[in-house]
């Protein structure tokens, strides 16, 4: 190491920050985003809005079932919460395959248990998986991308650490219209204020996608990822119908045993002696069991018997689980935050906020230290495209995704697939615009269509909604108002950087702009 060691830490921070910067903003904003892809999901779904928690709701959902599915094997009942105020039910028929997301779906009002039936959108959920598994690409290449991406990035945050000697020190310093000291004090007052976080969500999240980076270690899967399962014989047998004991006082005894709400219902063998009623908390309590967002990991469960007795409660241990596994939930849970309650969900996505900033200040810095010596040359502004297309343009097609779920006709055919499908022309469109209007011109045109986008989707949802909005969003457990309201504060964000770009220049900048911007302005400015 002939130029010493932090010299050449400085060296790998920056270039591992920037090779995979571009797709780790993606990933980090669209994993922010995330954190929220539940209420995401119903702002994305008008039609849902109207509904209202009861305490009756568990019995009308199955009411509901005991009409549309009296044969079925199990019943799942994922009951209203303050995160998503509609009840969902599901079913399993006889020989159909277990799984997460076979079988039939109902949406049901929480108040009156009347079916419902919400426009086709994928909501969060887009978000939510290109988040790791991108978009139209092979499900184990688009992880690995974000594998190495991810490692990219702890590589990124150890050596950063070990180059900034006074990296808590400059936390507290910010000097402003400085141009280059300026964003260097961003990147790391951004850094060091989630750090705890940035090294949590990050080696978690490497974790998580470990086993696609280990190209040996292969299973043959079947559709879905599930193991290939052989085929079930199906046999009719005559039943008695034995009706299903009232669900409100049994789920008001598990809420008082675990000072937490009821979220999830399964009753096996319904309507049969044989019927077990399976009531699981709505939060996990432990974060070894089970990383995942599959039925009942984690949470406190009490099983009740067709008279609505209880049974023995089931240990909440990792059943031939080894250490190393438990640690692995661990971070998983972590990772996803399926355990945090409302105040540490902000808290998760303020940091996310940091995040995506530390991302994006650390990419433009890189063109602001080289634009003196390095402006009109391929690389340098194939870069200060990508910064624009990666951050700007990734802003916009996010908001341009919200648009489209309102102006698309809600009863489309494939609507679902036109919002993603608007999602990426947008970008592509950007992209090729980041092309040709590079540096300040090309980051003020597309910060300012970012801030138009986001600050009237709030005025976008009032016109697309029917009378009673008002009463409607109030009674939506404020989901809908703060959604708006965010997008209305992120709208004004954008404009105040399209502002402080805008802003007159004083003497000493354009002397320094001078040596990279000749005055016959045949060049562009350089930073943003």
Do not use: K
């Given at each position: 190491m002939k130029n010493g060691f932090r010299q050449s830490m400085a060296w790998l921070h920056t270039w591992s920050g920037l090779s995979m910067g571009w797709i780790l903003f993606a990933v980090f904003l669209t994993g922010t985003l995330s954190f929220f892809r539940q209420e995401i999901t119903l702002w994305m779904q008008p039609e849902l809005h109207g509904s209202i928690a009861s305490q009756q709701a568990a019995d009308l959902a199955v009411q509901h079932l005991q009409r549309v599915a009296p044969s079925a094997e199990s019943w799942r009942i994922d009951l209203p919460n303050a995160r998503e105020p509609v009840i969902n039910v599901s079913w399993r028929e006889p020989g159909q395959t277990q799984g997460r997301r076979g079988g039939p779906r109902h949406i049901l009002d929480a108040t009156t248990g009347e079916q419902l039936f919400a426009r086709d959108t994928r909501g969060g959920d887009f978000l939510y998986r290109f988040h790791f598994e991108l978009y139209a690409l092979p499900r184990n290449l688009a992880r690995a991308i974000v594998g190495v991406a991810t490692m990219f990035m702890l590589v990124g945050?150890?050596?950063?650490i070990v180059t900034h000697k006074k990296i808590f020190t400059d936390f507290f310093t910010f000097r402003s219209k400085k141009s280059?000291?300026?964003?260097?004090?961003?990147h790391a007052a951004t850094a060091v204020l989630a750090l705890p976080f940035h090294i949590m969500i990050?080696?978690?999240?490497?974790?998580?996608?470990?086993?696609?980076?280990?190209?040996?270690?292969?299973?043959?899967?079947?559709?879905?990822?599930?193991?290939e399962a052989g085929s079930r014989i199906i046999q009719q047998v005559a039943r008695e119908t034995v009706p299903v004991p009232t669900l409100a006082p049994l789920l008001a005894q598990a809420q008082a045993s675990w000072n937490q709400p009821v979220g999830r219902v399964v009753i096996d063998k319904p309507l049969t002696s044989a019927m077990t009623i399976q009531a699981n908390s709505l939060l996990r309590q432990t974060l070894t069991l089970q990383s995942g967002g599959g039925p009942g990991g984690g949470t406190d469960v009490l099983r009740f018997d067709a008279n609505g007795d209880m049974l023995k409660m089931r240990e909440q241990r990792a059943d031939g689980a080894s250490n190393v596994q438990a640690v692995s939930n661990t971070f998983g849970t972590l990772h996803?935050?399926?355990?945090?309650?409302?105040?540490?969900?902000?808290l998760f996505f303020l940091s996310g906020i940091l995040g995506c900033l530390m991302i994006a200040t650390g990419l433009v810095l890189w063109c602001i230290k080289r634009a003196r010596n390095q402006l009109g040359r391929v690389g340098f502004e194939l870069v200060s495209a990508l910064n624009i297309a990666a951050i700007a343009g990734l802003s916009c097609a996010t908001a341009i995704y919200?648009?489209?779920?309102?102006?698309?006709?809600?009863?489309?055919?494939?609507?679902?697939?036109?919002?993603?499908?608007?999602?990426?022309?947008s970008w592509g469109l950007l992209a090729l615009l980041a092309i040709w209007q590079r540096h300040k011109t090309g980051w003020i045109i597309q910060l300012s269509l970012a801030a138009v986008l986001f600050s009237t989707i709030p005025l976008l949802d009032l016109l697309n909604s029917e009378p009673g909005v008002w009463n409607r969003w109030v009674e939506s457990n404020g989901i809908v108002p703060v959604f708006n309201g965010l997008c209305l504060l992120t709208g004004l964000a954008f404009a105040a950087a399209v502002q402080y770009l805008l802003r007159p220049q004083t003497k000493s900048v354009k002397a320094r702009r001078s040596h990279v911007t000749p005055s016959t302005n045949s060049q562009p400015e350089v930073s943003p």
């Open positions: 945050l150890i050596s950063g280059q000291r300026s964003w260097l004090d961003a990050t080696f978690s999240g490497l974790l998580l996608v470990a086993s696609t980076l280990l190209f040996w270690n292969y299973e043959p899967r079947g559709p879905r990822g599930a193991p996803r935050g399926l355990f945090a309650g409302p105040l540490l969900r902000w919200f648009w489209a779920n309102r102006l698309i006709p809600a009863h489309l055919s494939q609507r679902a697939d036109w919002e993603i499908n608007s999602f990426f022309i």
